[in-house]
Each structure stands twice: as C-alpha cells, then as structure tokens.
C-alpha cells in the first residue's frame, strides 16, 4: 500500500511541476512585447504576430490546465486509461509546440542569408529573451511530460515485473 501512495505522490509532483513549467511559459510568451525605432521606421514584436509563436501560448496553456484537471481524476477510475492516452497526446502538442517556437527563435536570432531575411534580436532583445525563457520552460514542462509517460508506464507494468 504504501507503494502505490508513493507513486500517486511522484505523479501528483510530476503533474503540479508539468503544470507549472507550462503555464509559466504561457505566461512569458503572452506578455512579451517590445517597440523600438530602427533607421526611422517603429518596428513593434509580439508574439501574435507569428502564427507558430500563438501556436506555443495555446498548447502551452491547454497542457498546464489539463495537468490541473487530471489531478481531480481518482486512480481507480474508468478513465485513468483515457488519462494515459491524453498524456502521449499533450506530450506530442508541447513538443511540436516547442519546435515550432525553436525555429522562429532560430530565424529571430540568426536570421536566413539564403531567404534574405536578418536576424532581430539584436534591436529586440527584451523581447527575444522573454521568448528564450519561455522556450526553456516550455522544454521543462515537455521533458517532465515524458518523465509522467515513462513513470505511468512503469506503473501499469509493475504488477508483471518479477
């Protein structure tokens, strides 16, 4: 008995710190901002203004209140299987998330000589940080994702193991 109370404890740990890496990166993303003169004219960054970037404050923001939701879910009940099933679905949505995120923040920071287009970070650092942050706890929440995957597997295979 005293097992099974330490593996609902690690899961509950696992899925309060899944929750809260993700909603810190929501949160960083969605208010990260900045304007600033360049040769005269205003450039102004937000996040809304990249499809892939929205993209990472949603899944984000799903993968934090499903974390909380799923805490309300008793362990006995029919659908810890679906709960299961819906942990390798968030985890896919934060990892695309993340790489989509990555790859505006790859092109933001060192731009495409072969696209001509320039890197920005340089006139927008405020704003190219609050996306890096955002990024690292964004990856924080997608690796505790995996760490809840293999902890449940090891979970449901317990009983077979010798």
Not at 8 to 17: D, E, F, G
Not at 77 to 91: P, W
Not at 150 to 159: N, Q
Request: hydrophobic share 55%; net charge positive; charged share 10%.
């Amino acid at each position: 008995m005293a097992k099974v109370q330490a593996h609902r404890t690690l899961a509950i740990l696992l899925r309060l710190l899944a929750a809260a890496a993700t909603l810190v990166a929501a949160i960083v993303m969605a208010t990260s901002r900045e304007t600033t003169s360049f040769f005269g004219l205003t450039l102004d960054a937000k996040f809304q203004y990249t499809p892939s970037l929205k993209f990472f404050v949603i899944a984000n923001a799903i993968a934090s209140a499903y974390s909380l939701l799923v805490l309300f879910i008793p362990s006995t009940s029919s659908l810890s299987r679906l709960v299961i099933a819906t942990d390798v679905i968030i985890a896919m949505l934060l990892t695309g998330a993340v790489a989509a995120a990555g790859a505006m923040a790859e092109l933001g920071k060192n731009g495409n000589s072969h696209s001509g287009w320039l890197p920005i970070c340089g006139q927008i650092p405020n704003f190219c940080d609050h996306v890096k942050g955002s990024l690292i706890s964004a990856f924080v929440g997608a690796a505790v994702y995996l760490l809840i995957l293999l902890h449940t597997i090891y979970t449901l295979t317990c009983p077979l193991c010798p």
